[in-house]
């Protein structure tokens, strides 16, 4: 079993900076067990795939339009997952959520994820 609770959003200018954490907290097995990722979902619109990194951090991976300005991270040890986003623009104003799964495949799908955080609003205005 998996937990997750988000945690670092609020209201930033374009051009701004924020950290989003999540907290994993697991049970009956290791943390690098599960990948873990985070989507977004905007108002009225589908839950999107932001950020994914792999059981011990090694290999990450963006959705496009990041380009370049998140970063994931984790700390198996802490039990921590971030996204540190630069250069936030009014679009990526949306619930950020945090995800985990113990599979391997269609990582950037919601459908592979069956362990969710409660959730984390960013807002960016303009």
């Known amino acids: 079993q998996v937990h997750l609770v988000e945690s670092g959003g609020g209201l930033v200018q374009a051009g701004g900076s924020l950290r989003l954490s999540c907290v994993v907290s697991?049970?009956?097995?290791?943390?690098?067990?599960?990948?873990l990722a985070w989507f977004r979902q905007a108002p009225g619109k589908e839950r999107e795939f932001v950020a994914g990194?792999?059981?011990?951090?090694?290999?990450?991976y963006y959705g496009d339009f990041v380009q370049g300005r998140f970063t994931i991270s984790r700390d198996n040890a802490k039990g921590l997952v971030a996204l540190q986003m630069n250069s936030l623009k009014p679009e990526d104003t949306a619930v950020y959520y945090c995800?985990?799964?113990?599979?391997?495949?269609?990582?950037?799908?919601?459908?592979?994820?069956?362990?969710w955080g409660q959730g984390t609003q960013v807002t960016v205005s303009s």
């Open positions: 697991v049970s009956g097995v290791t943390i690098n067990s599960y990948h």
């Open positions: 990194v792999d059981g011990n951090g090694r290999y990450t």
């Open positions: 995800g985990a799964t113990s599979g391997y495949v269609h990582l950037k799908s919601v459908s592979a994820y069956d362990s």
